[in-house]
């Protein structure tokens, strides 16, 4: 229901406005109440209310000037007036204000039962087209980090593709120039590709000139991440990359020897420890340390959902022969013991 903050002097007033409002269907809800402007503009951050029903003559503070007050910092309120002035001038003066209808007193059932209705189905409508974007905007966010890791991991082909899908996810809401929209993304991609590499200079053009036409400019956008494709394949050791995926294959599977060390991933990769340790932490973002760490305690989450197996036998499935110093590391990582964790888990 859409809250409804009434401002009135008169008793009976509020009386009338809340059968109205209680009698349409659990629409509004009666949410507040205030005599006068400077009463309201104090209730408004407690009962933020979606629309606001005031009159114009009152003590303190008439309704003409709370609405200017009130909607300087609450823009989005619906305000009607309701006065028994059918004076022009207060009209006009409450449309500069931004006020949505002007109802007069006696107050008629039926021309205030519409009023509402109209405002409801404004409303709804908002909240729709509000959903509709706010998806569309994180499909895009999602597009965009799944750009810079194929741009990142030097993968053509699916930067291409992607690249379609994000001009095709344009196409269904053009809310913002193509332009604006196109720059946007090369934003984001140069602030990703610098933060995963401090020294990388991408040279992401500064002022492009793109094409109105969504064909010629997609074309373009390709041909700038090929751009930075290339930068980042000529700027990072690709093959490095191959070899920490190789060895967290590695660990994936040799991970519940409990003495697993880093120089053992090492000598399997064919590479020092220190350049290991420093490779890994560039291409996963974490130590191996704290990798090798996460990989088992995910395990160890898996197994606890296993009723079969006994808590204890958990830690050494995963590489720990010492039960306390597994059940330390378990709650330091997901804020329970693994007994707390299972029985959750299972009830």
Known sequence: MYRVMLVDDEYMIHLSLKKLILSMENKFLAAGSAE??????QLLDSVSPQIVITDICMPEMDGLEFIKSAKEKFPSIIFIILSGYSDFEYAQKAI???????????IVPEQFIKTFDQIYTKLKEDERAFSQQNDWVLTLETYKKQLAEHIWNANETEASNLIESIFNH?????????????????FFLDKAMKKRMQNLSMKVPD?????NKI?????QLKTIIDQMIKTIQSSRNLGS?????KAVQYMEEHFPYENLSLQDVANFIGVSDAYFSRTFKEEMGIGFIKYLIDLRMKKAKELLGDSKIKTYEVAFHVGYSDYPHFSKTFKKTFGLTPSDYRRIKLS
């Open 96 to 106: 500069r204000y931004g006020v949505t209808d002007f109802l007069l007193k006696p």
């Open 207 to 211: 002022h492009i000139h793109w094409s």
């Open 241 to 245: 990359r191959q070899n920490i995926l």
């Open 36 to 41: 006068d402007g400077k009463e309201a503009l």
């Open 215 to 219: 064909e010629i400019s997609l074309n």
């Open 170 to 186: 344009y196409r269904t809401k053009q809310q913002i120039p193509l332009s604006q929209f196109l720059e946007n993304i090369l």
